[in-house]
T-cell receptor, first 118, second 113 residues
Framework: GAGVSQSPSNKVTEKGKDVELRCDPISGHTALYWYRQSLGQGLEFLIYFQGNSAPDKSGLPSDRFSAERTGGSVSTLTIQRTQQEDSAVYLC????????????????FGPGTRLTVT | GENVEQHPSTLSVQEGDSAVIKCTYSDSASNYFPWYKQELGKRPQLIIDIRSNVGEKKDQRIAVTLNKTAKHFSLHITETQPEDSAVYFCAASSRTGFQKLVFGTGTRLLVSP
C-alpha cells in the first residue's frame, strides 16, 4: 500500500518568509510525528499527534514552529519567519494503533522535505 | 529528559567482518529501544527493536543487546555485506511511552568489498 508521503520534497525560501510542510500518513495510522534532521545529525523530535488527544509539542524549538493535524489524517508543519538555522530535512512518520501489529511501535517515515533558508 | 549517546560516529569494516554500534541512555524509565537504518538519500527504516523485559534479540545477521543496569544497548551485525552500508540510529522511548523516541546522532557504517 501507499507509504507516508510528504510535500514538497524540496523547499527553498528566503529568510523571514513563512513555510508550510505537508505530511500524509499511512491510512489507519493514528499516531503522527514530526522530526528534524540537520546535516550529520540525528533525528530531533518536534511534535507528536495521537488520535484525538492533545499533541505533545515539547520538541518544538520556538514559537515560530506550529503544527496541526486535520481530521486525524493530514498534518501541516508551519514555520513562521524562517531563519537560516531552520535549514534541515523535516521528516514525518506515522504508526498504527499500539497492539495492531507485531511491530505496533514501528514508525514509518516519509521521504522528508529538504528546507533551505537563504 | 532522555538523552541518548551513540558511538562510534563512523565505522569502516571489511565485508564479512562484524560491526558493533553502542548507545547509552540516561532515563532509567525508558523501556523501548529501536534501531533504524537510513541508506543514502532514503528514509529511516526500523531494522530491529528490543523492549526492556528482554536482554537480547536476534534477527538473522543482526542482534541487539540491552543492559538495563548500565543503561546501554548495542547493535551487532555479523557477516557484513556492502548493502549494510548506511547510517544507523539508535533510539529510546521517553517516560511518556513508546511513541516519543529520542534518537542518537547516528553511526555511518561503511562496508568495503
Amino acid at each position: 500500500g501507499a507509504g507516508v508521503s510528504q510535500s514538497p520534497s524540496n523547499k527553498v525560501t528566503e529568510k523571514g518568509k513563512d513555510v508550510e510542510l505537508r505530511c500524509d500518513p499511512i491510512s489507519g495510522h493514528t499516531a503522527l510525528y514530526w522530526y528534524r534532521q540537520s546535516l550529520g545529525q540525528g533525528l530531533e523530535f518536534l511534535i507528536y499527534f495521537q488520535g484525538n488527544s492533545a499533541p505533545d509539542k515539547s520538541g518544538l524549538p520556538s514559537d515560530r514552529f506550529s503544527a496541526e493535524r486535520t481530521g486525524g489524517s493530514v498534518s501541516t508543519l508551519t514555520i513562521q519567519r524562517t531563519q537560516q538555522e531552520d535549514s534541515a530535512v523535516y521528516l514525518c512518520a506515522s504508526s498504527p494503533p499500539s497492539g495492531m501489529s507485531e511491530r505496533g511501535y514501528e514508525q514509518y517515515f516519509g521521504p522528508g522535505t529538504r528546507l533551505t533558508v537563504t | 529528559g532522555e538523552n541518548v549517546e551513540q558511538h562510534p560516529s563512523t565505522l569502516s569494516v571489511q565485508e564479512g567482518d562484524s560491526a558493533v554500534i553502542k548507545c547509552t541512555y540516561s532515563d532509567s524509565a525508558s523501556n523501548y529501544f529501536p534501531w533504524y537504518k537510513q541508506e543514502l538519500g532514503k528514509r529511516p527504516q526500523l531494522i530491529i527493536d528490543i523492549r526492556s523485559n528482554v536482554g537480547e534479540k536476534k534477527d538473522q545477521r543482526i542482534a541487539v543487546t540491552l543492559n538495563k543496569t548500565a543503561k546501554h544497548f548495542s547493535l551487532h551485525i555479523t557477516e557484513t555485506q556492502p548493502e549494510d552500508s548506511a547510517v544507523y540510529f539508535c533510539a529510546a522511548s521517553s517516560r511518556t511511552g513508546f511513541q516519543k523516541l529520542v534518537f542518537g546522532t547516528g553511526t555511518r557504517l561503511l562496508v568495503s568489498p
